[in-house]
C-alpha cells in the first residue's frame, strides 16, 4: 500500500542534542513538508520541498534542517538551536507542489528531557 | 491578512445528534479548501476538497458545504467512532500558493 512512513512514533531527546526524523513516502509525490503541531497553535510549517534537491523555509524554520537528496525521502533535524523542540511533528506529501490534497505521516513525537 | 477560523473549538453531542461544524475563511481567492479528521496521537486523515461556491461532497455521515465566506461539515446521525478533532485548512489562489493555512480544529466527543 501507498503511504508516508515516519520513524520513530516517540524519541526522547536530552538538551543540546540534534535528532533526525524520518519520513518516507512510495506515492511518488513531487512536494513534501514537514509541520509541527502544538496543542492550541494548529499546523506550522516548518519546512518544504517541491522536488529534489530543492526545499524552501516555512514560517517556523530556526533550529531545524531538512535535506531532499531522493523524492521518497525528507528527513528533518531538529538542532540543539530549537528552543522549544518538544511537540508532535507531522510530515505531509503531495502530487504537485501547488494543487490536491496532503497525504499524512503517523506522526513523530518528540520529547526534550 | 488570510486567516481561516474554526468554530466551535469544541463540541459534544449524543448518538444520532446530526449538527454541524463551521470553518470561515478570509484569503485572497480560493483555490482549495480541504477537510480532515485527526485522531489523537494520529497524523490528519484526508475527507474532502472543495474548489467553488456551492460545491457539496458527502461520505457516509460527512457532508461539507462550500460558500464564499465559509464551510461547513454537517454530521448526520454521528456515531461515538465519529470522535475525532476535524481540521479545515485553505490555500490561496494568490501570493505563496504552495502553503496551506490552517484552522485549530473542532474537537468532536460523541457519547453513545
Known amino acids: 500500500d501507498g503511504g508516508i512512513t515516519q520513524s520513530p512514533k516517540y524519541l526522547f531527546r536530552k538538551e543540546g542534542q540534534n535528532v533526525t526524523l524520518s519520513c518516507e513516502q512510495n506515492l511518488n509525490h513531487d512536494a513534501m513538508y514537514w509541520y509541527r503541531q502544538d496543542p492550541g497553535q494548529g499546523l506550522r510549517l516548518i519546512y518544504y520541498?517541491?522536488?529534489?534537491?530543492?526545499?524552501q523555509k516555512g514560517d517556523i524554520a530556526e533550529g531545524y534542517s531538512v535535506s531532499r537528496e531522493k523524492k521518497e525521502s525528507f528527513p528533518l533535524t531538529v538542532t540543539s538551536a530549537q528552543k522549544n523542540p518538544t511537540a508532535f511533528y507531522l510530515c505531509?506529501?503531495?502530487?504537485?507542489?501547488?494543487?490536491?490534497?496532503?497525504?499524512f505521516g503517523e506522526g513523530s513525537r518528540l520529547t526534550v528531557l | 491578512e488570510d486567516q481561516v477560523t474554526q468554530s466551535p473549538e469544541a463540541l459534544r453531542l449524543q448518538e444520532g445528534e446530526s449538527s454541524s461544524l463551521n470553518c470561515s475563511y478570509t484569503?485572497?481567492?480560493?483555490?482549495?479548501l480541504f477537510w480532515y479528521r485527526q485522531d489523537p496521537g494520529k497524523g490528519p486523515e484526508f475527507l474532502f476538497t472543495l474548489y467553488s461556491a456551492g460545491e457539496e461532497k458527502e461520505k457516509e455521515r460527512l457532508k461539507a458545504t462550500l460558500t464564499k465566506k465559509e464551510s461547513f461539515l454537517h454530521i448526520t446521525a454521528p456515531k461515538p467512532e465519529d470522535s475525532a478533532t476535524y481540521l479545515c485548512a485553505v490555500q490561496p489562489n494568490a501570493g505563496n500558493n504552495r502553503k496551506l493555512i490552517w484552522g485549530l480544529g473542532t474537537s468532536l466527543a460523541v457519547n453513545p
Open positions: 520541498s517541491q522536488i529534489v534537491n530543492d526545499f
Open positions: 484569503v485572497s481567492g480560493l483555490r482549495g
Open positions: 505531509a506529501s503531495r502530487e504537485q507542489p501547488a494543487t490536491g490534497e496532503l497525504f
